[in-house]
């Protein structure tokens, strides 16, 4: 090819690219034409209903739906008779009921010789416990195909010991299982029936041919290392409620009138042209006149909307994900674009509570400490650049550590679709729990607050890779104990019937899944049976921890290779957070020490979030719409005012290249794990432990994503290291035990600021 047919080539595609801008234009607008049209559909077959002589069959053939679908918008027209409907509910609870009981043939099978492995104890623990009860051998519950293995298992010398959903499409519950058991010996009690912890079923790995897309990955979808640099945005720092704008070395006070996001703009934009992004460190705008709706998100999304004759929501252009505002109670994002150019130049208004609560510091500070965390990542990221969000910029400096060599250098496959669906509805975030009288004292001695420093960046050493193998009953039960153990301290993800073991007076060790706004529980009561998802970690812990063993059924499981996808990118960022950490404790600035401390919790959010924006949720989408005009399909409204409708909605999974939501549950169990047992070592010897099941008993008052709140003091180490447990807050007592959550945050907020003045009464 010469420079002649070459140019020509290229003007070619120039009209190419044209003529596809076009066409695109012509499917956007056809796509918003019919989610107009099928909602008026909707709304007519709605009112149709409403008509005492409307038939479900009339109504189909008139408006091009099959029967069902009519039926699914409007319930009321459903034709069977309400007699057959109830009938057809007995039928199936009645067959539920009479299920044949497992055959007796099936008995010889429960002993498989191999599975039998010896048991191996840990280390008795530091706090004096009360004795157990006389050791007895266990009866195992009957369970339909039952296959029992006697598997206590040894600790794990990895781990550094330490959600929600229903049935997603795809994924279908199993109530006929073949199971493995893993009882252990238990200390017997009083008898108690099992209880179930709470209704809400999880889902399970479908059998035949349905089941071989939870052993797969999706087609044409990488997570790889990216060829170009992100660009820095034009960043200013605002106090919205004094006015006060940080903008390069300078600070300047502006008028912000009635601080709607257009006044604020027209203010920045007039001192600082130019501007791509403002972070509001103090005052919070999107809050005026909060009182005057019913819930905060409402004032939020009236706030974002406010009209302005400049301004308009900036609509973004192709895939752009940023495009329209993100309604959140206390750190939403406005994204505006001129009136006159909406097509332009985007400007944002964010909080700067994403990257760290501000606790009073100036913007000058706040400012401060971006340029320090920006210095500390570029140390250790060569092109590092701050996104808008802790989660963006993590997700971005982790694709810059992908590797160019070895098995991994193509990138690191994502997923399926059904995979991702049931990781994120069986693998919970973090543990948080309020422990209730009458297992805690009525009357608190105290209330003593421990955090663990930087969790999460103790468990990045080791994460699942590739494409996980499943693990059936039948399979876990012929393994022998050695290989048996190894699966579960392998990355591994397991489908475990639990049983409590009698005699047990701790705190709950596996979480079970129940409806309502907490989703997982923690059952500790003995005797109690539940059927849950849990991480290696927690079941390893389960299996081998110094009190009790529990009795843990495996049902299924997924094992994953091992691999060490996020170890580089957690070394970085733990790099990055000693060096903020040093500076704030030896600078000799007041204001520089601030700062750093400050640029330190951000390196935390952009781990904390970076790592949860792997797990990658179903997405949640929010827009406006004019008044008058049709609402997209399936949306939920959350509120209007004179001219739009802000509303919201669920788009599913997205193909993101970086969603790895078995990284994200793997962190998080071993996470949920170090809660309660936490190995602290030296070289390869185990000097210490840490951690609730290290607490006496009764003692533990609240479990908090990565603290504990006790009610005594703890002789637990502190290094200064990632993971270690330090002393948060201690409120002495008595003090009433907190009956709900928000109880329990003012009282250690209260715990924080007696701690602090003791200490600073101490250095004084």
């Not at 006697?150 to 959903?165: D, F, K, M, Y």
């Not at 070895?406 to 509805?425: N, T």
């Not at 421990?450 to 693990?471: C, E």
């Amino acid at each position: 090819m010469d420079r002649k047919t070459y140019t020509a080539e290229l003007a070619g595609l120039r009209e190419l690219r044209t003529g596809i801008a076009a066409a695109e234009k012509q499917v956007a607008a056809a796509r918003r034409e019919l989610d107009r049209l099928t909602a008026q559909r909707a709304r007519r077959v709605a009112g149709l209903a409403g008509y005492e002589g409307a038939q479900a069959p009339a109504i189909a053939k008139a408006c091009g739906l099959s029967v069902g679908e009519v039926v699914r918008i409007a319930p009321l027209l459903d034709p069977t008779p309400a007699a057959v409907r109830a009938a057809k509910t007995d039928d199936r609870a009645a067959a539920t009921a009479a299920a044949p009981a497992p055959a007796a043939e099936a008995a010889p099978v429960a002993e498989p010789a191999a599975a039998l492995a010896p048991a191996l104890t840990r280390p008795a623990p530091v706090v004096e416990q009360p004795a157990p009860a006389v050791l007895v051998a266990e009866v195992p519950s009957e369970v339909e195909n039952q296959v029992v293995v006697e598997q206590p298992v040894a600790p794990h010398p990895g781990h550094a010991t330490a959600a929600t959903g229903g049935t997603e499409p795809g994924v279908q519950p199993s109530s006929d299982r073949t199971t493995a058991s893993v009882p252990a010996a238990s200390v017997a009690a009083a008898p108690r029936p099992a209880v179930e912890a709470g209704p809400r079923e999880l889902p399970t790995l479908p059998e035949g041919p349905a089941g071989a897309r939870f052993e797969a990955v999706t087609t044409g979808l990488v997570s790889k290392r990216p060829n170009f640099v992100q660009q820095a945005r034009s960043t200013v720092f605002l106090d919205a409620a004094t006015g006060m704008l940080a903008v390069r070395d300078q600070t300047v006070r502006l008028d912000l009138g009635a601080r709607t996001p257009g006044e604020i703009l027209d203010a920045v934009l007039h001192a600082a042209p130019g501007t791509e992004r403002v972070y509001i460190t103090a005052g919070a705008p999107w809050h005026d006149g909060a009182e005057r709706y019913s819930t905060l998100k409402d004032a939020v999304a009236a706030w974002l909307n406010t009209p302005s004759e400049r301004w308009t929501t900036a609509v973004g252009a192709g895939r752009d994900k940023l495009a329209g505002h993100f309604v959140h109670q206390r750190q939403p994002v406005g994204r505006y674009a001129p009136t006159a150019a909406p097509d332009g130049g985007t400007t944002e208004i964010r909080s700067m509570g994403e990257w760290f609560d501000p606790d009073g510091a100036d913007v000058v500070t706040c400012r401060q400490a971006f340029t320090l965390l920006w210095q500390a990542l570029r140390r250790y990221f060569d092109d590092a650049v701050l996104m808008g969000s802790p989660s963006q910029t993590g997700r971005d400096l982790w694709s810059r550590t992908i590797p160019t060599s070895g098995k991994w250098a193509g990138g690191y496959p994502v997923l399926s679709e059904e995979l991702r669906a049931l990781l994120h509805a069986t693998g919970g975030q973090g543990r948080t729990e309020l422990i209730l009288p009458p297992r805690v004292p009525e009357q608190l001695p105290a209330l003593v607050e421990y955090d663990r420093t930087f969790a999460y960046a103790k468990h990045l050493w080791k994460s699942p890779v590739g494409t996980p193998h499943r693990i059936t009953a039948a399979a876990f039960a012929a393994m022998t104990g050695q290989e048996q153990t190894k699966a579960l301290m392998s990355c591994s993800h397991w489908n475990i019937r639990v049983t409590v073991p009698q005699g047990w007076n701790h705190v709950g060790l596996l979480p079970a899944p129940v409806t309502g706004d907490r989703a997982w529980i923690y059952p500790a009561t003995p005797g109690a049976t539940f059927t849950t998802w849990a991480g290696g970690a927690e079941v390893h812990l389960a299996l081998s921890n110094h009190l009790m063993p529990w009795k843990v059924e495996i049902l299924s499981g997924l094992l994953f290779e091992d691999g060490k996808p996020l170890d580089e990118w957690g070394k970085r960022l733990k790099s990055a957070w000693a060096d903020l950490t040093n500076l704030s404790r030896m600078h000799g600035d007041e204001r520089q020490r601030t700062a750093a401390y400050l640029a330190s919790r951000a390196v935390r959010s952009v781990l904390l979030f970076g790592l949860g924006g792997f797990a990658q949720r179903p997405r949640l989408v929010s827009g406006t719409t004019p008044l008058g005009e049709a609402l997209p399909a399936g949306v939920e409204i959350l509120g209007q005012d004179e001219t739009v409708v802000t509303w919201q909605r669920q788009a599913g999974f997205s193909r993101d290249p970086y969603a790895h939501p078995e990284w994200a549950a793997y962190v998080w169990s071993g996470a949920r794990a170090a809660l309660l047992d936490m190995k602290y070592r030296q070289g390869k010897d185990v000097i210490a432990h840490a951690g609730a099941l290290h607490a006496k008993p009764g003692t533990v008052v609240y479990f908090g994503t990565d603290g504990i709140a006790l009610t005594e003091r703890q002789p637990w180490p502190y290094r200064g290291e990632v993971g270690d447990y330090l002393l948060k807050g201690h409120l002495t007592g008595p003090v009433e035990h907190p009956t709900s959550q928000e109880q329990y945050l003012k009282l250690r907020a209260l715990g924080r600021t007696e701690l602090a003045a003791a200490e600073k009464g101490t250095e004084q």
